[in-house]
């Protein structure tokens, strides 16, 4: 069997592709530019929330949020590992997103600017993240999907902290509850627009099915977070912010209003509110960290002479 | 013929019953070299079709934290709140 019919056959039979195999190059390269796209967002994502460590309202909550950002250091670190098993280094990953040649989810590039924006954040945005990973539990790549199944594992902490936090407020005074409307009212459009461009504008969408990378499309997934998520909402006595939203009984989903995709182009793009703040924040950070990488390193190195002395 | 512990050195053996899982480690084994370490560790580890692929990798490469210090090491103990399990969400808002 020739390579590529061996890697054909892989998919074929649902098996996964894992590092050694003989792969496509567009596939390696898909991988590459998505699983390491996907990492810098959980490593850019640690800014919006450490945002808020500081002035978290009880230590409770400051632990929390703590092991949070924590996690999504840790989320980070497992998606680099499995971008490095398809040949690219660390440190071109990180010198690639310094230089604004990777991207990063364009969620991160909005402000948080109360305390309800990390109930929100929880809820809206790692729901978000959670529906797409999900699906990503189940793509051909053996090392991705792995580290999806953690991954997936230690997210619903999150989600779930982040509606409690909205619970709170949202049983709490008026200033409190208005405070849970506004944050909804900030976040759920940028969080609709993280499952990407509709179908029919996606394009690197058709080939990721083909290849196994993608099993649900943009616009499907988006429909089941809406879905999920109208629920919660009224829940919490909180109101969506779209006149459009209304459910569908024929089609058995919510429909909802028009995106704006100039918006989700222009943020895309970098001119976000927060775009350059945040690649300036994680290149201070890479920079100000080089003297511990050094002495890490000259650490080691004096060991490894003693050991051999 | 080298004796064991005369030029044998000891490997520790990860198997994965099939494509997509993780290696799991299965124990150990002596052999001379990784090519004989991969047969012996077939043939002490898969007799019955338990891995669909192994790895071998010398003992002396890995690099291990002390059991006993268990508490010390690992301090999630005292986290509750890292479990999703420690938040309270009510049932009709569905599963999160």
Redesign the interface.
């Known amino acids: 069997m020739s390579p590529e019919d061996g890697f054909e056959a ?1 998919l074929d039979a649902e ?2 592709v ?1 590092p050694a195999d003989w792969m496509p190059d567009g596939y390696r390269k898909t991988l590459i530019r998505q699983i390491a796209q996907h990492a810098h967002s959980e490593i850019i994502g640690m800014q919006p929330e450490g945002n808020w460590i500081t002035r978290a309202p009880s230590l ?1 909550r400051k ?2 949020l703590m ?1 949070k950002v924590q ?1 999504e250091a840790g989320h980070g670190l497992y998606l680099y590992s499995a971008a490095e098993t398809l040949g690219i280094t660390r440190d071109e990953m990180v010198d690639l997103l310094h230089r604004g040649r990777h991207k990063y989810s364009s969620i991160f590039n909005y402000p948080t600017l109360s305390w309800a924006d990390m109930g929100a954040i929880g809820w809206l945005v790692d ?1 978000a993240a959670i529906t797409n990973q999900v699906m990503l539990t189940r793509c051909s790549f ?1 090392p991705y ?2 580290a999806m199944v953690r991954i997936c594992r230690e997210e ?2 999150h ?3 982040g ?2 936090i909205l ?1 709170a407020l949202c049983k709490g005074t008026d200033e409190q509850r208005a405070m849970a409307q506004d944050s909804l009212n900030r976040w759920w459009w940028p969080s609709l627009m993280m499952f990407g461009p509709h179908d029919s504008a996606s394009t690197h969408s058709e080939q990721s099915a083909a290849w196994k990378i993608k099993r649900v499309s943009n616009d499907d997934l988006r429909q089941q977070f809406v879905d ?1 998520t109208v ?2 909402a009224e ?1 919490l006595g909180l109101t969506i912010p779209d006149p459009d939203l209304a459910w569908n009984a024929e089609r058995g989903h919510y429909d909802f209003g028009d995106i704006d995709w100039n918006e989700f182009w222009s943020v895309v793009k970098g001119d976000g509110p927060m775009n350059r703040e945040r690649i300036e924040h994680k290149r201070r950070a890479w920079d100000d960290g080089a003297w511990v990488r050094q002495a890490a390193a000259a650490y080691a190195a004096r060991r490894e002479t003693a050991a051999t002395a | 013929m080298t004796e064991p512990g005369g030029g044998y050195r000891m490997w520790e053996v990860f198997v994965r019953p099939r ?4 290696y799991v480690h299965a124990g150990s084994l002596h052999a001379p070299d990784a090519e004989t370490a991969l047969q012996a560790g077939r043939d002490v580890y898969s007799r019955r079709g338990e891995a669909a692929s192994i790895w071998v990798v010398p003992s002396s490469e890995i690099t291990a934290s002390d059991p006993d210090d268990s508490v010390a090491f690992f301090d999630v103990i005292d ?1 509750p ?4 399990t ?5 049932d ?3 599963q ?1």
């Not at chain 2, 709140?81 to 999703?84: F, G």
């Open positions: 892989l098996e996964k894992e409770k632990a929390i092991a996690d729901g053996g999907a792995r619903s902490f989600q779930r902290q509606y409690e619970i999920m629920p919660q829940y | 494509r997509g899982l993780s986290k709140y890292r479990h999703a420690a938040y309270e969400i009510p009709e808002v569905g999160m």
